[in-house]
């Protein structure tokens, strides 16, 4: 289970390396972490400069990620502060364009009717949380379709089981009633825009006990996020494998 930490790492480094040259459009790597059709996007805490100022349409052509740049001023001392050049993206759907967490590790899927785009990316760190939000055209704001695979991830292998787990009490008691420490992430669309293939998955962490690394995978209704189908860890491995990303599986 170690290794795909260490996967993890080196997925983030490699596709800044492997990205290719920024020519306005954003490059299509061959390495992403989650999945292989997604299209990584540049993030804070290691910044890609190839996917800066780059746009990445939809299949269609209507709707885009656009991406560039915005100085930002970061305090270092009560008397000195410096300005930074940090990523941004923005979904262009037929409203207001929408604002994209970038946090660590982002990248979008983009359904192949172009109604709607996944992105999966981290509010933590490499161990996660990851978190899977939709954007489509008409909609105002992202929408969290993961906690039904979320909480079903966790009835089965929930977390800090076993002598080892690095819980307190009280953690414990906090993550049986609330899931939301379970990774996810998008792997494929399937029905056009209808269903969202998903892979849910307790963090790489031995604090969690156990069940470090378990991971189920998830057909789920795209707009409800009702699960619709689910795999063990072998047959989602067995069906899956090829559209899935470099994250060692």
């Not at 906690?147 to 991830?153: E, F, G, K, Y």
């Amino acid at each position: 289970m170690y290794s795909r930490v260490i996967a993890l790492a080196l997925c983030f480094l490699a596709t800044a390396s492997l990205a290719g040259t920024n020519n306005g459009s954003a490059p299509h790597s061959s390495l992403t972490t989650w999945s292989r059709s997604a299209r990584p996007l540049p993030y804070a805490a290691s910044s890609d400069p190839t996917l800066r100022n780059a746009r990445i349409p939809s299949p269609n052509g209507k709707y885009e990620i656009t991406c560039n740049s915005e100085a930002h001023e970061q305090t270092v001392s009560a008397s000195v502060s410096e300005k930074l050049d940090l990523p941004t993206c923005e979904f262009v759907g037929r409203g207001k364009p929408l604002k994209i967490d970038l946090a660590v590790g982002p990248e979008a899927l983009w359904a192949p009717d172009s109604d709607a785009v996944a992105i999966t990316h981290s509010k933590g760190g490499a161990l996660g949380t990851y978190q899977v939000l939709i954007y489509r055209p008409e909609d105002t704001h992202a929408v969290d379709i993961s906690s039904a695979a979320r909480n079903d991830l966790a009835r089965h292998y929930p977390a800090c089981v076993g002598p080892q787990a690095g819980c307190t009490t009280a953690q414990r008691k906090q993550m049986r009633r609330d899931a939301d420490w379970v990774n996810v992430a998008a792997i494929r669309w399937m029905e056009g825009s209808q269903r969202l293939l998903m892979m849910a998955w307790v963090p790489d962490s031995s604090d969690f006990g156990a069940n470090l690394g378990r991971h189920m995978g998830y057909v789920v209704n795209a707009r409800t996020g009702q699960i619709l189908a689910r795999y063990s860890e072998r047959e989602f491995t067995r069906r899956f494998k090829k559209d899935c990303g470099d994250w060692g599986l």
